[in-house]
């Protein structure tokens, strides 16, 4: 691969001595591609070295930043050292060609992120439109969050994409275009932002070669709120996500815990399920309990009973003419303390043998341990894993197969998972303990695979997060996630095509699917329609899982078909 990197970078350098203007693509007259191994370990290894020079020659520092070294050193409580006291986590950044520290914005870093505003500033409870460009947006910095609990940098101004991409054409180039894959985080529809770093969209733009894009999108009231008899109709936050655009054949949409169920929900609505070619869910809440906010979606006068309470604390439901009037002026985070997650609409979703045929693939799954986000204890874990999580995630793969609703259907459970950084559903149950040999903790011991612990490995930023690799084998098995997920936005199937993987260098992956055996689709693999994901060795096609429980919760796999 280095012979490549210095092919690129040479031919490059033969026409960029006479450039004098700000460098681009169109200046050069030439594409540009990102050049890179990119095998996740990032400043730890030597092949993560790649150069593209696209002005007048200069030193290779001159072109080039690189990650932050993000070391987590707690380990050192466990070991036997009688002062050592935890200090925290340690960083060290490199060199690189700017004077400022922009770390913890870990989307500036990789220097091939754009952040683009892609809705006008959204009038209140009515549905964004879209806006061409009007100038060049700055990358140095991210926006806004959308208004949200406990923001300090939040605004209603605030739809805006960030998009990453291996592949800059130039104005004469006619190249085939590349997959899109479009995140739709979670945090229950009420906090959290695009620009979260650990989706940072660099491992799965380079490895896949895929364009990646994450989103804001309106959030709590400010992005759900229906009232009868009134304009207000609701899913705001849901069209935000609608209105990307872009080429149906080329966009695969993914999301996680309610990211994922706002998949489930663009599928189910007649204005956007013709505009994706692909869907992937992790973690989707469905079933009782909290869940059941996430799957019994309410009818506008439903959503009108639970939002009396905020309407009546703003003041706006006695005395005032013009209801949205009024709601439209009161200050936005007055809005925010009411965590409503209801999606306003009916018969959700349509997995019946009447439901309009979608000729796409889907690809869903959970966390072995979804359930410990609000029960610590194993037998409580379990049971509630079934009855918010695995039962009606099991149902809708199995119904929609059974009835023919998708072109193909794909199911997984998440065996091996790195808790994300500064949040931890059941602290410290969801960290792999530490032994002698494992001072970050052996993940081959066991704990609780917790809500959202998959995100480092989907992403491939375990160590741009400063999470240290546990063993030898955290970082293969994120690249082999991140070429799996990549793999099924481009293919439709979840398994990377080997003369990729080969062409690319990418031999962990190889070995991975080599070792793992075929993944067959739901309904095709007999009695066993579930990969489980885990190291090599460890991965294999399973039943589904805790049928017992299901039948007893009466969440069978029959439910969606009203068999229970």
């Known amino acids: 691969m280095a012979t490549i990197v210095g092919l690129a970078a040479l031919s490059l350098s033969r026409f960029s001595s006479t450039v004098a203007s700000a460098a681009s693509p169109q200046s050069i007259g030439s594409d540009l591609s990102i050049v890179t191994h990119n095998d996740l370990y990032g400043n730890a290894t030597a092949r993560t070295v790649a150069a593209v020079v696209i002005s007048r020659p200069n030193r290779f520092a001159a072109a080039t930043s690189r990650y932050g070294d993000h070391q987590d050193l707690d380990f050192l409580r466990y070991l036997d050292y009688g002062k050592s006291t935890d200090k925290g986590t340690y960083k060290a950044v490199p060199c690189s060609n700017t004077a400022n520290d922009y770390s913890r914005q870990v989307s500036i870093i990789t220097k091939n992120a754009t952040i683009t505003r892609y809705a006008s500033i959204p009038a209140r409870f009515k549905q964004s439109t879209y806006i061409p460009p009007q100038s060049i947006t700055t990358a140095l910095e991210n926006s806004p969050t959308c ?61 896949g070669d895929v364009v990646l894009v994450t989103r804001n999108y309106r959030l709590g009231t400010l992005g759900v709120l229906a009232l009868e008899n009134t304009l207000l109709t609701g899913n705001y936050g849901l069209q935000d996500q609608n209105d990307f655009g872009g080429d149906r054949a080329k966009i695969t949409i993914f999301g996680q815990s309610a990211g994922a169920a706002s998949v489930r929900a663009l599928l ?21 309990g909290y869940a059941g906010f996430f799957s019994e979606y309410n009818t506008i006068p439903e959503a009108t009973a639970l939002n009396k309470t905020i309407v009546n604390e703003t003041g706006c439901a006695s ?11 009161v200050d936005p985070l007055s809005l925010v303390p009411r965590r409503r997650r209801h999606i306003s609409t009916n018969n959700l979703p349509p997995l019946s043998a009447s439901a309009p045929k979608l000729p796409i693939p889907i690809l869903a799954g959970i966390m072995h341990d979804n359930g410990s986000l609000s029960h610590p204890t194993r037998p409580q874990t379990t049971a509630a894993t079934d009855a918010m999580f695995r039962c009606l995630a ?6 929609a197969v059974k009835n023919g609703v998708f072109e193909k259907a794909y199911a997984y ?6 808790r994300i950084p500064e949040w931890s559903p059941n602290p410290p149950a969801c960290e792999a303990p530490p032994t002698p040999g494992f001072p970050y903790g052996n993940p081959n011991e066991p704990y609780f695979k917790c809500h959202s612990g998959e995100s480092l490995s989907v992403f491939g930023t375990t160590v741009l997060r400063g999470r240290t690799p546990r063993d030898d084998d955290d970082i293969p098995f994120s690249q082999y ?27 962990n992956s190889s070995a991975f699917v080599k070792a793992a055996g075929a993944w067959k689709e739901v309904g095709k693999g007999g009695e066993k329609p579930i990969r489980v994901l885990a190291v090599a060795g460890k991965a294999r096609m399973e039943e ?17 078909d009203g068999a229970g």
């Open 147 to 207: 208004i949200q609990p406990g923001c300090t940098a939040c605004s209603e101004n605030c739809l805006t994409l960030n998009i990453w991409t291996p592949y800059l054409p130039n104005a004469k180039t006619s190249s085939k275009k590349k997959l899109v894959m479009v995140w739709i985080h979670g945090s229950g529809f009420a906090i959290g932002t695009g620009s979260d770093p650990t989706f940072d969209g660099s491992a799965l733009a380079s490895r």
């Open 268 to 288: 189910a609505s007649p204005l956007s399920r013709d505009k994706v070619s692909g869907a992937l869910m992790m973690s989707t809440p469905q079933g009782m």
């Open 319 to 329: 005395g005032n003419a013009d209801l949205l009037t009024c709601l439209r002026a």
């Open 394 to 399: 099991q149902s809708t793969t199995h119904t």
């Open 413 to 418: 459970g998440f065996d091996r998972v790195y």
């Open 481 to 507: 996630v991140v070429d799996t997920w990549s793999a099924f936005a481009r293919t439709g199937v979840p398994v990377p095509d080997s003369e990729f993987m080969d062409a690319r260098g990418f031999t």
């Open 544 to 560: 589904w899982r805790e049928v017992e429980e299901r039948d007893v919760l009466g969440l069978g796999l029959g439910y969606y």
